[in-house]
C-alpha cells in the first residue's frame, strides 16, 4: 500500500514541523520544493542561482522550473511507497502540471491536508523560526525551543541559522502572493474531494494529532 499526500498551508503555518512526524511514521520521502531551491542555493547550482532572485523578494520561482523539479524528484525510487508534497502545487497552474505527472507515473494523490491559520499569527511565528545548520530541524524562538538552549534535538548540532526570507520586508510580499493563490487551489481539492483541513491554530502537539486522525481514517 501507498500513500501519496499533499500538505498544504501558508508560510509558517507548520508543513515543514508536521512533516518530519509524518514521513517518519510511513516511512516516505519529505519532498519540499522550498528545501529543494535552498540545496540549491547553498551549492551554487544554476538553477539555485535563478531561484534565488525570485526567492529573495518573496515571489515564486516560474512554474516550468518548478514543476520540472518535482517531475524528476517523483520520479525517484524512493517514492515507490508515497510520498509527502510540501510547498508545491502553489498556484492553479502547478496543480493541473501535478495532475498530468501523477497520472503519468501512476502515482496520484490520495489526500490533501491543509493546515489552516490565521495569517495574523504567521508573522509572528516566521519572524521567530530558526533552523539547524546540519539537520534542517526547525525551531522557534517561543514555541518550539530546542529542549537544552542552543543544542539541535535531533542531531545535537549547535550551529542555527534564519532563513533570509524570514526577513519582516520579505515575509509580507511572501504572505500577500500565497494568501491570493491559497484560495483557488482549496477550491480544486476540495472539488476532486481530497481536501482536509486542520486547525493550525493550536500548540504543535494539537495539530499532530489531529493529522494521524485523518491518516489513520485513510489506511481502513
Ligand atoms: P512552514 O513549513 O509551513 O513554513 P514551519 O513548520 O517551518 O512552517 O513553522 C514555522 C514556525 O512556526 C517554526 O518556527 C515552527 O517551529 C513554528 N511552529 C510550527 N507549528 C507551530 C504551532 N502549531 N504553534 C506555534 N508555532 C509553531
Ligand atoms: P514557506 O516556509 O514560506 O512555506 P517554502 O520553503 O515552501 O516556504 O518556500 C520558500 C520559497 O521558495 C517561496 O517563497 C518561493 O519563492 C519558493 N518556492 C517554494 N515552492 C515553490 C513553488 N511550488 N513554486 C514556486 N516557488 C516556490
Ligand atoms: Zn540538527
Redesign the pocket.
Known sequence: MSVNLLLM?L????????AANIVDKYDIPHISTGDIFRAAISNKTPMGIEAKKYIDNGDLVPDDVTCGIVEDRLNQADTKNGYLL?GFPRNINQANSLEVITNKLDKNLDAVIE?NVDPKVLVE??S???ICKNCGA???KL??KPKVDGTCDVCGGHEFYQRSDDEPETVKNRLDVNIELNAPLIDFYKERNLLFTVN?D???AA?TKDIDKILSNLDS
Open positions: 498551508g508560510p509558517g503555518a507548520g508543513k515543514g514541523t508536521q510540501d493546515i511565528r516566521l521567530g523560526r530558526f526547525t525551531y522557534h514555541y518550539k493550525g493550536q500548540d504543535i495539530v
